[in-house]
Every structure is written in structure tokens, then in C-alpha cells.
């Protein structure tokens, strides 16, 4: 009797050991996997950290920009900022301008998910830090794309904490051709378009559209986020957060088997100065993300109101102590 509780005892333990066996092996595997998708991006460490700017009453800027200058810099160790950049680089040797500036926000504390885009064209106070090559470009004031030209995400992070006091100190970029791999991989976006866009479209020989929902490939979906012939700017950065809400929701709906290989195929087109951590943490919760509201934002909030022409360029001059609370306001609900 002894024997057989002996017996079934060891049974149970190696039964057991097995188990534990397969569980570790099975998870040391997940873990070398996602290590190996988290090692195929573009990792810039950018060597000098974004610090937050303390005391800048030194700085030669219109009264506008001073008021808004005086606001504290949001700092909330339940928010992360990533600046989320689109730019048209075209070789290794240059920055290339900065297209598409979105400020992705995630509040861990309302469990909430905010997109910010930035439009290009805002006058601002950009940091006196240019790469070398492009100091004989730099100047103090100028259109907020022009601080990408200059110095790269680095420079335009500096910026864009400057003057609209969100803690940024991390980045995500892609250029076209990333962009429209991204959308190809998942297989397209679903895109309610307009009479005006849907010939705009068929225009470009990408095919036959019509008003309605239209299942956009990555170079149609290009097409799409750049239009803005029809309209305006500010119509072309709602398409392009369209898309960018089209692609979230699209990789909700998708199995593990399919993000993972979705993953795979995206992180060769994304440069970025996430560590190896900080990424695998945000791709290991994004099962939690999915589950939080999702909302966006336009800058500048008075849009036409705020153009004027400065150095003989249109550029919008706006009320920034408006604009910097209204994106505070946002980022915090």
C-alpha cells in the first residue's frame, strides 16, 4: 500500500517537473522571441538626455510665446508622451522635414489613449542645439518642422517641449515606406471617404473609388494622408490620424498569431529611442491599451484664425497660454 502512495506520488512529481518543464520552456521562448521582434527596430540612443528646460526668460520671443512659456511643464509619472513622427526622408544623410507630428498619450490613470497632431506650420521658439551640418540654416523662430531639418527627433522633441510643456522625451518614427508597409502588413484600412477625396484618389491611378468606406491599401493610404489640394492642412491631419485610429483598431481585432508577425514585419521601418524594455513593455501591454478609450486633438485650436505671413512664409502665430491648456486639459482626462 506504502508502495503504491510511493509510487503515485513520484508520478505526480515528475508529472509536475514535466509541467514546470514545458511552462519555463515555453516562456523563456516568448521571452526570446519578442526580444528578437524588439531587436529588428531602428535603435537611435540619443545621447544627450531631453531635460526639462527650467528658466527660459532669457529668450528673444514675441509676448505670446513668453505667456505660454510661464505654464509648468506637465509631469504626471502616470502619463507617457511619445512623439510619433512621419517624415519624408529620402537618404541616410539628411533628417529630411518632418510631415506628420503626432503626440501619442498614454494616461495609465483614466485609462485613456490621446492623439495630438501638431500642425507643421506653428511659429515657434526652437532650442539653439542644430546639428553642425545645418547650423548656417538655424534660426530661433521659425515653422515647428523646421527643428526636424535641423536636428532630427532630438531637436524637434526639445522643441515641442518647449513650447507646449508636455514632458517628451521619447520618439517614434517611420518614413514613407515604412508607412505604407505598416498598413499593407495588417492588410489595409477601412477609410470613410469623401466625394472629393474618392476622386482625388482615383486621380492618382491608384484604382477606382467612390464616396463611402473604401479599403486602402499602404499606397492609397499615403495617397489619402497626404491629400491637400481639396481642402486644407488641417483637413489633411485628420486623415492622417483616420488612418492612425484605422490601424489601431484594425490590429485590436487580430489574433496573437497575427500581431506578432504583424510586429515582426513593422519594427524594420520604425526608428526609435525606446530601449529594449521600454518597447517590450508597450507591446506587452498592449492587450491593455486596447481597452482604453481612444480620443485626438488638433493644435492649433484656432486654426485659420492664427495665420500670418512671417519672413514671407505662412506660418500660424497663436495664443499660447489657449493652446497649452486646452492640450493639457486633453492629456489629463
Request: proline residues 4%; without cysteine; glycine residues 6%.
Amino acid at each position: 500500500m506504502e508502495e503504491t502512495i510511493r509510487t503515485k506520488r513520484s508520478l505526480v512529481a515528475a508529472i509536475a517537473g514535466i509541467l514546470a518543464g514545458l511552462v519555463l520552456a515555453t516562456a523563456t521562448f516568448a521571452f526570446g522571441y519578442l526580444y528578437f521582434i524588439v531587436g529588428l527596430r531602428n535603435f537611435d540612443p540619443i545621447k544627450d538626455p531631453i531635460e526639462i528646460e527650467q528658466d527660459l526668460t532669457h529668450l528673444d520671443v514675441p509676448e505670446n510665446m513668453k505667456e505660454g512659456m510661464k505654464i509648468p511643464v506637465l509631469q504626471d509619472k502616470k502619463i507617457t508622451n511619445i512623439l510619433i513622427i512621419g517624415s519624408d526622408t529620402r537618404d541616410s544623410g539628411s533628417h529630411g522635414r518632418s510631415d506628420s507630428m503626432m503626440l501619442l498619450t498614454i494616461n495609465n490613470k483614466t485609462k485613456s489613449l490621446h492623439l495630438t497632431s501638431l500642425m507643421r506650420a506653428i511659429y515657434v521658439s526652437i532650442p539653439d542645439d542644430p546639428d553642425p551640418a545645418y547650423r548656417k540654416y538655424y534660426l530661433s523662430n521659425y515653422m515647428l518642422n523646421a527643428a526636424h531639418t535641423w536636428g532630427g527627433p532630438r531637436l524637434l522633441m526639445k522643441t515641442v517641449q518647449r513650447n507646449f510643456r508636455v514632458d517628451v522625451s521619447r520618439y517614434m518614427a517611420t518614413d514613407f515606406a515604412g508607412f505604407e508597409k505598416a498598413i499593407d502588413t495588417v492588410g489595409g484600412v477601412t477609410i470613410e471617404l469623401t466625394a472629393a477625396e474618392a476622386k482625388y484618389l482615383s486621380g492618382q491611378g491608384l484604382g477606382s473609388f467612390g464616396a463611402g468606406p473604401a479599403l486602402l491599401n499602404g499606397k492609397s493610404a499615403l495617397a489619402y494622408s497626404r491629400i491637400r489640394k481639396i481642402d486644407s492642412d488641417f483637413k489633411r491631419m485628420e486623415r492622417q490620424r483616420k488612418v492612425i485610429f484605422s490601424l489601431f483598431e484594425k490590429m485590436k481585432k487580430s489574433n496573437p498569431a497575427r500581431l506578432t508577425s504583424t510586429a515582426e514585419a513593422l519594427m524594420p521601418t520604425i526608428t526609435t529611442n525606446l530601449s529594449d524594455t521600454e518597447f517590450m513593455g508597450f507591446i506587452l501591454n498592449f492587450g491593455t491599451y486596447s481597452s482604453y478609450s481612444f480620443d485626438q486633438m488638433m493644435l492649433p485650436i484656432e486654426t485659420y484664425e492664427a495665420m500670418k505671413y512671417i519672413r514671407g512664409m505662412e506660418m500660424y502665430d497663436i495664443n499660447w497660454k489657449k493652446n497649452i491648456e486646452e492640450l493639457h486639459t486633453f492629456m489629463s482626462r
